[in-house]
């Protein structure tokens, strides 16, 4: 599975953008997750979505801000994300974790593949 992420930019802080991380091959069987990462500061977890889409995790810090969806149809996985801040200035990236179960998953070390990251920066 390759994944190619897009859709970072330079916002204002409140508003909103996309992000979408298009797969190569067929993501059913997989958990997608979205990170970021600042640098010199630890790849972080963002987003959690599992097989279905039915299941969704969230880090505290962007929970009720953020929203993480899937098109299993076209391998893509989103990350909508509105009232955007300054601290949410990073590089992000998705990932794929091959799963038996329909389950969210949340550590990096337990994704399989990754994307190149878009950079998202928010000017104050």
């Known amino acids: 599975v390759q994944l190619q992420a897009s859709g970072g930019g330079l916002v204002q802080a409140g508003g909103s953008l996309r992000l979408s991380c298009a797969a190569s091959g067929r993501t059913f069987s997989y958990a997608m997750g979205w990170f970021r990462q600042a640098p010199g500061k630890e790849r972080e977890f963002v987003a959690g979505i599992s097989w279905s889409g039915g299941r969704t995790y969230y880090a505290d810090s962007v929970n009720g801000r953020f929203t993480i969806s899937r098109d299993n149809a076209k391998n893509t996985v989103y990350l909508q994300m509105n009232s955007l801040k300054p601290e949410d200035t990073d590089v992000y990236y998705c990932?794929?974790?091959?799963?038996?179960?329909?389950?969210?998953?949340?550590?990096?070390?337990?994704?399989?593949?990754w994307g190149q990251g878009t950079q998202v920066t928010v000017s104050s």
């Open positions: 990932a794929a974790a091959l799963r038996d179960s329909d389950t969210v998953v949340t550590g990096q070390r337990r994704y399989d593949y």
